[in-house]
Each structure stands twice: as C-alpha cells, then as structure tokens.
C-alpha cells in the first residue's frame, strides 16, 4: 500500500508491503541510496532486498527521502536523512508492536540507516548492502551486537575489499559479511544472489515472543 509518513517537519512518501500467505514475523525499514545521484525508493537493489524480506515473512517498508519523488523537504547532507529513518520506524512500531522491526540499506541509505539502527532499542536486526567504504566511516559498526549482515560486490568501487575486510576483522561475531564474486556497487548483474542472501538472513531471525 502506499502512504504518507508524518516525519520530523516533513512527509515522506512511502510504500509498505505485508507477506501475502505467511505468518508476519516482523517489518524492515528500508533506505534507498544518495538522493543527489538519483536515490529512490524504488532503486533496483531496495526493491530487490525488500522482496526478500517479505518472502522470509517480514513486512517491507520502503521511503522515499525528503526532497525524493513526493517527499517533501530538501536534502539535508543525511543529518535530516537520520531523522526521516526514526520517523519510519515510528510508524512500523506503532503499527507492529508485538513484532521485531529491522533496518536495511544500500550505500547511503546504509550510511544514514546503520547509524539510527545500531542505537535505536527497537531495531533487533541490520542489514548493509554496497557500504561506500571509500567516503564514509562505518566505525561505529565495531560495537554493534545485534545480528547484522554486510553485503557488497568484490568489485564494488566504492567498497574497496581493503577497506571491507579491516572493517570486517574489527566486528563482532554478531556480524556476518559476505561479498559477491563478480558483482559492482550496484550489483548490477547480480540481484538474485543478493535476494537470495537477504532472504535467508531474515529466515535465520527469530521472531518475537508473542509475535503472531
């Protein structure tokens, strides 16, 4: 269904999707990546990633951004950005109160979403897809204990395996990270792998207790 995310000073244009046949087992946050170089929602890699989490039985919430399609705003350099992912996991708390709520992103949107999720006490689950190591310090992951999954392309430019396996060697074992032979920074000829991945990581999750 689409919708309308009442955000901090701003609407955000959004589109929430439930499991169809299965039980619900919690909702994900999705952020699509950098709005300033075309950045949506309905960017390829977020559609992708949340067609996974909703055939592992997790409802999907993707947003656009304010400034992003029908959000309104401006691009606010991803301090407002973090604001826009609190406000979208207001709504999923509100609406799943018994169940557990995930953050996922790709590039920027990992940036921006990893940070509010590692902090935020209703977030039990992170996933970061193409982390653009290259431009963007991701140290704050070095202490996260919540299950999370890394994802990028070996031939991601903008996540150097240098950079990706220092990152990688500084987490907990709570953090499991996985890179696809082959694959850029867009995963452009290899969604399927990606989906495959995504998926399995929210099967492996346990929802919960009393989540119906």
């Given at each position: 269904m689409s919708l309308t995310i009442a955000g901090r000073g701003v609407e955000l244009e959004a589109v929430l999707r439930e499991p169809d046949e299965q039980r619900l087992r919690g909702a994900v946050v999705v952020c699509h990546p950098h709005p300033l170089?075309?950045?949506?929602?309905?960017?390829?890699?977020?559609?992708?990633?949340?067609?996974?989490?909703?055939?592992?039985?997790?409802?999907a919430l993707r947003f656009n951004f304010r400034g992003v399609g029908?959000?309104?705003?401006?691009?606010?350099?991803?301090?407002?950005?973090?604001d826009d992912v609190r406000s979208a996991l207001?709504?999923?708390?509100?609406?799943?109160?018994?169940?557990?709520?995930?953050?996922?992103?790709?590039?920027?949107?990992?940036?921006?979403?990893?940070?509010i999720g590692v902090t935020d006490p209703r977030v039990s689950a992170l996933v970061g897809l193409g982390l653009p190591l290259r431009m963007h310090d991701f140290d704050f992951l070095?202490?996260?204990?919540?299950?999370?999954?890394?994802?990028?392309?070996a031939l991601d430019e903008y996540c150097p395996p240098d950079k990706l396996e220092a990152l990688a060697r500084r987490l907990p074992p709570s953090?499991?990270?996985?890179?696809?032979?082959?694959?850029?920074?867009?995963?452009?000829?290899?969604?399927?792998?990606?989906?495959?991945?995504?998926?399995?990581?929210?099967?492996?999750?346990?929802?919960?207790?009393?989540?119906?």
């Open positions: 170089y075309g950045g949506t929602m309905d960017n390829k890699v977020v559609f992708r990633s949340a067609k996974a989490a909703l055939s592992a039985g997790w409802a029908k959000s309104t705003g401006t691009y606010d350099h991803g301090e407002g950005e973090k207001d709504l999923l708390a509100e609406r799943y109160p018994e169940h557990p709520l995930a953050l996922m992103g790709f590039s920027f949107g990992a940036r921006v979403g990893l940070e070095a202490t996260n204990e919540k299950p999370t999954l890394l994802l990028s392309g953090t499991t990270v996985r890179t696809i032979d082959g694959a850029d920074h867009f995963f452009s000829a290899d969604l399927d792998p990606v989906q495959s991945y995504v998926s399995r990581f929210f099967l492996q999750l346990k929802p919960a207790r009393g989540a119906a």
